[in-house]
């Protein structure tokens, strides 16, 4: 599935950390978003690495949870639309 992780942080050190942080889970698609391909599981366990990296009075981080279906209906201009990452790699 794809999430989407949308932030509105203040502190620059802080926004640095979480966006160098979220690059290792998906794919940014403008300056304080993320779409990230990953199971309910694992968008839980983002969640809550998440919280560490934050100060919740503060911040304001959200996480969009959309179905498959939902996926097939993005539309965008400007930028090209999410993209499921490969079954398998090749190296």
């Known amino acids: 599935m794809l ?9 620059d ?5 979480l966006s160098n942080f979220l ?3 998906g794919r940014r698609v ?4 993320f779409e990230c391909f990953m199971n309910l599981d694992q968008m839980r366990q ?11 009075d503060e911040d304001n981080i959200r996480f969009y949870w ?8 993005v539309l965008t201009i400007g930028s090209p ?3 499921t990452p490969p079954d398998a790699y090749i190296i």
């Open 30 to 33: 403008q300056e304080s978003v």
């Open 66 to 73: 959309l179905p498959t279906d939902g996926v097939e209906k």
């Open 13 to 17: 050190k802080r926004r640095l950390q």
């Open 23 to 25: 690059e290792g889970y």
């Open 46 to 56: 983002l969640h809550k690495q998440t919280l560490l990296k934050v100060e919740p």
């Open 81 to 83: 639309l999410p993209m």
């Open 3 to 11: 999430v989407i992780v949308a932030y509105d942080i203040p502190d």
